[in-house]
């Protein structure tokens, strides 16, 4: 089964200290993106990674890190959380002849 | 700019058609989307369409775009207490370039 997997699921942490949500995909697909939704406000881009070794910013990239060292995985890595960074977030991957893109389940993060 | 707006709340009764709303300015979008999200899921794409189009069916949805107005709306008929969520829609320049959302309409269906 095609999937997008994101680990944990629910996390409370304090502010400061490094965590990092994963992502994992099964499908091969290139492109893989992480987004934070914010009530009323939809979903933004933080980072995007267009193939293994190749980042760039999306619209929200300030406090976040990514990595892309191989194709099927692509952490989020917050080096030191704040408030402000609680949120849900998701992975997401695309590939060509896909249309949409596929989601993972979402990661609920709290920073107190 | 990039910003696509929805209405934030729709609440219908079951069995009526639902509309939903959504309005961009970008006019070099390619591709648009919906989007479902149930409670405490992630995100499920329902249907999309190609900028050169004005309409798409399929099953119980209908989505209408006017390019003129840069208005997009999706139209759920025959609305079940399933098709209770937040519904997004989006936009993308180039497919795989990245998705511009809009801030979501919660949809309540009354028995």
């Known amino acids: 089964e095609a999937q997008v997997t994101q680990n944990p699921r629910y996390l409370i942490t304090v502010t400061g200290k490094k965590l990092t949500v994963t992502c994992s995909q099964n499908?091969?697909?290139?492109?893989m993106s992480w987004y934070r939704q914010d009530p009323g406000l939809g979903l933004r881009q933080i980072y995007y990674?267009?193939?293994?070794?190749?980042?760039d910013k999306g619209d929200v990239p300030e406090g976040y890190k990514v990595s892309r060292k191989e194709k099927r995985n692509f952490p989020l890595i917050l080096e030191s959380p704040s408030p402000n960074q609680t949120s849900l977030y998701f992975c997401?991957?695309?590939?060509?002849?896909?249309?949409?893109?596929?989601f993972g389940s979402g990661t609920r993060l709290t920073v107190v | 700019g990039e910003d696509v707006e929805q209405s934030l709340f729709l609440s219908v009764r079951e069995g009526d058609s639902s509309v939903i709303n959504c309005t961009y300015t970008?006019?070099?979008?390619?591709?648009l989307y919906w989007y479902k999200q149930e409670p405490g899921a992630g995100l499920q794409l329902l249907t999309y369409?190609?900028?050169?189009?004005d309409m798409k069916q399929d099953q119980r949805l209908t989505v209408l775009l006017n390019k003129k107005d840069k208005h997009l709306s999706l139209r759920i008929a025959d609305t079940q207490t399933g098709d209770s969520a937040i519904y997004f829609c989006?936009?993308?320049?180039?497919?795989?370039?990245?998705?511009?959302f809009g801030g979501g309409t919660r949809v309540l269906v009354k028995p």
């Open positions: 997401a991957t695309w590939d060509r002849g896909v249309y949409g893109y596929t």
């Open positions: 499908m091969n697909h290139e492109y």
């Open positions: 990674s267009m193939n293994v070794e190749v980042t």
């Open positions: 970008d006019s070099s979008s390619t591709y």
């Open positions: 369409i190609f900028s050169n189009m």
């Open positions: 989006a936009r993308d320049k180039a497919a795989g370039n990245k998705l511009t």
